[in-house]
């Protein structure tokens, strides 16, 4: 084996058998060999035989698996035979072609492998399950519900499998190194305890050396959950961003301009006012026109054209700012930004002020634990203790509701099965893109004879929607029930209320002033007066 193990093409051993000691050596050899392997062409010469092996099926004699590959053709007889075992004591023959005198053969099937072993008639394979895992739930007559469950449960229709349920752990499974063992599920399958976990599992380089992955249900992108920070992007200059830069420049360029050409119109239509109030005027007329574009209406409308013209054009584009303006204000105010303190892994671990929290005895604390790079030495600076990690993805949901400035990297579409089955009940959590993608699939022993058909079947379903319309199935709960507006927050107009009681404390120490001042006057005069009076 170890001469063909890093070569692509794959060897098809041709053995040939002539007494019961060459029948025995070979039935040895198999022993410990991976009959799986290679391909196998098995010849019986004539001879003598204890033993009818050629039709003997009470014992696996060469100790093939499900997926061995081996034509057998026995002597007297012109039939090419398949053998396999689908357990380990009884040998599987079904006949594939009749061997002619010339040498050439004429098939009996024309299905493919997969197709001829397609059942794997009612064989029961153990399996261990992860505790608070959100596609998966056990009833207690072991029927199975939830995505994962749903498509097991067709597999095991198709293929005619059964399921026991042997063991339920809390853990997904990760590499001890203190220990030199593989802990939770990939621990229990690596040992030969079970021969299939349902729960769902992310693909590792580290645990293909120990386990085999079936296709893959769900592909989807990793979160950082943290609990709504709810701050929202509301600044002062906020207001001031409504409207670009060139309509600020051109309200401004109207409000300096149009004031002192409305002072020499009405200088030519009054000349005897003369030059010496010049400066009054054109401070009037400043207040009118900001009056303007506050939307104040003016004591008197002037009676010539040119000065009707000039203010119509005023009002008309302050009409038109103005609800330009209101419009885009109440889409800024009613549409919240929330001000989140990191937007992607880098921002968090710079930010250093919130923890991290993944599944403990998961992968993904091993792709940090034991990652080189500086992203992951920083990661594991800000990861809570691995004794307080959570071991479901409730559990970790729930350290982000209960605590201070925990965030819980973890996958999306996790977290919309879990909000399904709790109702939303759960607390107002955002959700940031960490720019990593999961990939999720069951998993089997290594080397498992019943791989290949499962995940044959399992692209069945894939390419016949069945896969899709479970995911719908599941799902199903969030349905769009139309548009619906969150109330303004007090944050966000929290610079319109500063602006009022700056002007309303303005106003009182402006009053307050003109009272002491007017008190000081008239204090001022009454002396004076009794002065003048003696």
């Not at 203790?385 to 409730?394: G, H, I, R, V």
Request: with cysteine; proline share 3%; net charge neutral.
């Amino acid at each position: 084996m170890s001469s063909y193990r890093y070569k692509i093409t794959r060897p098809l051993f041709v053995v040939v058998l002539f007494d019961d000691q060459s029948v025995e050596e070979f039935s040895k050899a198999s022993r410990i060999f991976n009959m799986s392997f290679p391909a196998w062409y098995v010849i019986f010469l004539p001879g003598n035989y204890r033993h009818n092996y050629c039709h003997e099926k009470s014992r696996n004699l060469f100790n093939v698996r499900f997926n061995t590959e081996m034509l057998v053709t026995c002597p007297h007889d012109n039939i090419i035979r398949e053998w396999y075992s689908l357990r380990d004591n009884q040998t599987e023959t079904l006949d594939l072609a009749i061997l002619k005198p010339e040498g050439a053969f004429s098939l009996l099937t024309n299905l493919s492998l997969h197709y001829r072993r397609k059942n794997m008639h009612g064989l029961v394979l153990k399996t261990v399950v992860v505790e608070g895992s959100p596609y998966i739930e056990v009833e207690k007559n072991g029927t199975m519900s939830g995505l994962f469950g749903d498509v097991l449960t067709e597999l095991s229709k198709i293929a005619n499998f059964t399921l026991n349920t042997v063991k339920f752990v809390k853990e997904y499974g990760r590499w001890d190194e203190e220990n030199k063992i593989w802990t939770g599920a990939v621990g229990e399958i690596a040992a030969g305890r079970a021969d299939i976990s349902i729960s769902e599992f992310s693909l590792t380089s580290n645990r293909l050396d120990i386990i085999d992955y079936i296709i893959p249900i769900i592909v989807s992108p990793m979160h950082l959950y943290i609990k709504d920070p709810l701050l929202y992007d509301t600044k002062w200059t906020g207001y001031f961003k409504v409207f670009d830069l060139k309509v600020w420049i051109f309200i401004i360029v109207i409000i300096s301009i149009a004031p002192s050409l409305v002072s020499i119109l009405k200088m030519v239509d009054n000349p005897e006012r003369g030059t010496h109030r010049i400066v009054s005027m054109i401070l009037e007329n400043y207040l009118e026109f900001w009056g303007i574009f506050c939307q104040q209406g003016l004591a008197e409308f002037p009676y010539r054209l040119s000065l009707r013209l000039a203010y119509f054009s005023t009002f008309l584009s302050a009409f038109v700012v103005f609800a330009a303006y209101s419009g885009t204000l109440i889409s800024f105010l009613t549409n919240n930004f929330r001000i989140l303190p990191f937007h992607s892994l880098e921002e968090l671990v710079n930010d250093g002020t919130y923890q991290v929290i993944v599944y403990k005895g998961g992968s993904d604390y091993d792709m940090f634990a034991y990652g080189n790079d500086q992203l992951s030495k920083k990661m594991m600076k800000i990861m809570k203790k691995e004794k307080e990690l959570p071991s479901t993805f409730l559990e970790g949901i729930l350290q982000v509701c209960n605590e201070q400035r925990v965030t819980f990297l973890a996958s999306v579409e996790m977290e919309l099965s879990l909000r399904i089955k709790n109702n939303n009940s759960l607390c107002n959590m955002v959700s940031i893109n960490s720019g990593q993608i999961i990939t999720l699939a069951m998993i089997m022993t290594k080397n498992s004879p019943f791989i290949d058909l499962i995940n044959h079947y399992m692209n069945q379903l894939l390419y016949n929607g069945i896969i899709n319309r479970l995911k719908i199935k599941n799902m199903k709960i969030m349905k769009y029930e139309g548009s619906t507006y969150e109330s303004v927050s007090f944050q966000s107009v929290y610079p319109v209320f500063g602006l009022l009681k700056i002007g309303f404390a303005i106003s009182i120490c402006i009053l307050i002033i003109e009272l002491l001042f007017q008190k000081i006057h008239i204090s001022f005069y009454e002396r004076r007066h009794i002065l003048l009076f003696t």
